[in-house]
């Protein structure tokens, strides 16, 4: 018995160094950046090679995230119908009082189930919708030089689930974003990238992610099968 407990607390402290040693070597400081108009024009040449103004006129978009979280947003009508488990929410993103709320097909009233679904989609929209969102109220835009390109840095100060997260945009020779790095309160590393590549045309024009890879131990995050259209 004591044979295991050792051979348990080696491999236990093994992984604490592991950890250590990983958080010292990929750990990166939020880059200095510079406000202004040049980075409100690199905003707008990546909202225009998205087709930004399709995104504007989109009624519907429909994905799910990873599989558990089920999505319909009347994006127009503040409206989103967000199930998972035996839970299903109708969530009025303007007006949180008039949700409503149904757990194994029966409604019923629960606060609690409405913020989960409130917390689920600002997470799980920002995976879909995030390069659309960098003049939201509330955002900070900064151009920053990565790696002798200009990149766009977009802090959240307000709004969401997690304000004062940071993103680091990182764009093709067309303004296209390719991927981020992130500065986020739920990733205690600094500067994790995720992919934003695998792309699909909607119906509505619009373009959405299908995937994101992270370069956190190679995760996927996969969207389901993403619409977007008009009725």
Not at 77 to 99: A, C, R
Request: net charge positive.
């Amino acid at each position: 018995m004591k044979i295991i407990f050792k051979i348990l607390g080696s491999i236990t402290v093994l992984l604490f160094l592991f950890i250590g040693v990983y958080f010292v070597i990929t750990n990166e400081p939020i880059p200095k950046g510079k406000r202004g108009k040049e980075a409100d024009d690199l905003a707008l040449k990546m909202l225009s090679a998205l087709n930004n103004d399709a995104f504007k006129n989109t009624e519907v978009l429909e994905w799910s995230f990873r599989g558990k979280h089920f999505y319909k947003w009347h994006k127009k009508q503040n409206i989103v119908t967000v199930s998972w488990k035996d839970n299903k929410v109708v969530l009025h993103t303007s007006q949180s009082k008039k949700s409503e709320v149904s757990i194994g097909g029966r409604k019923t009233e629960n606060i609690e189930i409405v913020k989960q679904a409130r917390d689920f989609f600002n997470n799980d929209s920002f995976w879909l919708v995030a390069p659309y969102k960098v003049f939201d109220l509330g955002t900070e835009r900064r151009i920053v030089n990565y790696k002798n390109k200009e990149a766009l840095l977009i802090t959240y100060t307000s709004g969401g689930t997690t304000p004062g997260d940071s993103y680091l945009w990182i764009l093709d020779e067309k303004f296209f974003p390719t991927s981020y790095k992130m500065w986020t309160s739920i990733i205690p590393i600094g500067g994790v990238s995720a992919t934003w590549s695998d792309w699909k045309k909607t119906d509505s024009g619009i373009l959405l992610p299908t995937k994101h890879i992270l370069s956190l131990f190679g995760m996927e995050i996969l969207m389901g099968s993403v619409k977007g259209y008009n009725l």
